[in-house]
Antibody, heavy 120, light 107 residues
Framework: QITLKESGPTLVKPTQTLTLTCTFS??????????VGWIRQPPGKALEWLAL???????RYSPSLKSRLTITKHASIHQVVLTMTTMDPVDTATYYC????????????WGQGTLVTVSS | EIVLTQSPATLSLSPGERATLSCRAS??????LAWYQQKPGQAPRLLIY???NRATGIPARFSGSGSGTDFTLTISSLEPDDFAVYYC?????????FGQGTKVDIK
């Protein structure tokens, strides 16, 4: 059974760096084709894909946020970390960790999400 | 960046009715399109992948069609549990993008 869970601060101040950790189970991030990514959703708004790391450490970022994002995998301890610099109130959102299936190639498992509020 | 435009923004229907949701891409995504369902306070759930394939455990009343730039999600007979927001997503080109969503609510 695949599960993912996000952890990190619920409140950050403007200009600070956000660090979120995704801890997963039920699959290996060393398996060919597998990926783990991050998607966010501002309150009442649509989904926005942020970043994805593949089993081979290939990394993809949203172009609009690429300068602020870093995604890192720690396959041996079943974690993926996302950092986002220079946080702003517009970055207030629920952040989801997602599993990219090696066969379907879409996001077939999602974490419960974690709401991050950016406010002074 | 490929823009996905979903219509309508809101669809008001009664249980038992047929729902037809549209997703249009700004350029061809071939069949590399998925549909997700999101209920309030929950994470999205994958319904359809590669335009027309149901994900594991998805009821047969959900079907997807289309290719290129025009796609449709059809719910043949709405159940009370189907009232939710639906998003399309493409994986044809980086960055992967989502539509803005269609809310299906009870009439």
């Amino acid at each position: 059974q695949i599960t993912l869970k996000e952890s990190g601060p619920t409140l950050v101040k403007p200009t600070q760096t956000l660090t979120l950790t995704c801890t997963f189970s039920g699959f290996s991030l060393s398996t060919s084709g597998v990926g783990v990514g991050w998607i966010r959703q501002p309150p009442g708004k649509a989904l926005e894909w942020l970043a994805l790391v593949y089993w081979n450490d290939d990394k993809r970022y949203s172009p609009s946020l690429k300068s602020r994002l870093t995604i890192t995998k720690h396959a041996s301890i079943h974690q993926v970390v996302l950092t986002m610099t220079t946080m702003d109130p517009v970055d207030t959102a629920t952040y989801y960790c997602v599993h990219r299936d090696q066969w379907l190639a879409y996001f077939d498992y999602w974490g419960q999400g974690t709401l991050v509020t950016v406010s002074s | 960046e490929i823009v996905l435009t979903q219509s309508p923004a809101t669809l008001s229907l009664s249980p038992g009715e047929r729902a037809t949701l549209s997703c249009r891409a700004s350029q061809s995504v071939s069949s590399f399109l998925a549909w997700y369902q999101q209920k309030p306070g929950q994470a999205p759930r994958l319904l359809i992948y590669d335009a027309s394939n149901r994900a594991t455990g998805i009821p047969a009343r959900f079907s997807g069609s289309g290719s290129g730039t025009d796609f449709t999600l059809t719910i043949s007979s709405l159940e009370p549990d189907d009232f939710a927001v639906y998003y399309c997503q493409q994986r044809s080109n980086w960055p992967w993008t989502f539509g803005q969503g269609t809310k299906v609510d009870i009439k």
